[in-house]
């Protein structure tokens, strides 16, 4: 797996863990985070967890693609 593949990666947790939110037992209970529900809080750190997730696609897809297309002889963007 490449570092370029990592990256791709990287999203798939925070929307997993999303996803998965009504299904968790320690989540989805009478349960009180920093005096929040935790129904509350867990997708709102997961949300905050999920913008440095794009970030580093983005990042990622910058670097590695353009120093894919040099290595080849393209031209980069």
């Known amino acids: 797996m490449s570092k370029r593949d990592l990256f791709l990666v990287a999203p798939v947790i925070p929307c997993v863990a999303l996803v998965l ?5 320690f989540v989805n209970g009478p349960h009180l985070w920093l005096g929040l529900p935790s129904m509350l ?3 709102m750190v997961w949300l905050l ?4 997730a ?7 897809r910058t670097r590695y693609v ?12």
């Open 21 to 25: 939110t009504p299904w968790l037992p």
């Open 41 to 43: 809080v867990w997708p």
């Open 49 to 52: 967890l999920l913008t440095p």
């Open 54 to 60: 794009l970030a580093a696609i983005e990042w990622g």
């Open 66 to 77: 353009v120093d894919d297309r040099e290595l080849e002889g393209g031209e980069a963007q």
